[in-house]
């Protein structure tokens, strides 16, 4: 089956997870810089996890644009994804609300771990259906990107019984590094014209 369903709804879900991320926000109880102040922490948090959604709905469009096929496997491997993304909210508003506190910066952690594996179960089940010989294998190539992910995931969990900030610094530094869409993705549309 071709993926235009899959990514109308994961579309759908993405949106949904972001306007449910705001909608936690709080409005700053004063009329000056103090009140956003006292806010700083779950604006950080806001930011972070903003960025992490974006990143994943980046990475799984440019992902799906060159992907030609479905089958159950993948929609599973998708809702997989999903159902991890889908918690960010509650995660994001509890580390923003506690983020001096290892547990809160820890379990958002873990969960980022999970998104990361679940992302890359999915591009290893897309590729797995399109052959190693596919334009799609060819765009993901190793996977790199996403294994240092899930490392410093790794490292940045058991970091937050040490310092909070610690941790927080390595989630940023995954956000970052997947700021840039992919560009293995990129160059292999650009050369099987799938993206047009």
Known sequence: MKPNRLEAFSDGVFAI?????????????????????????????????????????NNHHHMFQIATQVDGRIL?????????LSLMPIATTWMGENISYPLPMAIFGILQLACGVAYLVLSREL????????????ALGASKKE???????????????????????CYFLV?????????????????????E
Do not use: C
């Open 17 to 57: 997870i972001i306007t449910i991320m705001v909608l936690e926000f709080k409005i700053p109880s004063g009329h000056d810089l103090n009140a956003l102040h006292q806010l700083l922490p779950e604006i950080l948090s806001y930011i972070l996890g903003f960025i992490l959604i974006a990143n994943y709905w």
């Open 76 to 84: 599973w491997a998708n809702s997989h994804l999903l159902f991890w």
């Open 127 to 138: 590729i797995y259906l399109h052959g190693s010989d596919s334009e799609l294998a060819k």
């Open 147 to 169: 294994l240092i992910s899930v490392a410093i995931y790794l490292v940045g969990v058991p970091l937050a019984f040490l310092d909070s900030r610690i941790a927080f610094t």
């Open 175 to 195: 956000a970052a590094m997947w700021i840039v869409p992919d560009r293995r993705i990129e160059r292999r549309i650009k050369i099987s014209g799938a993206g």
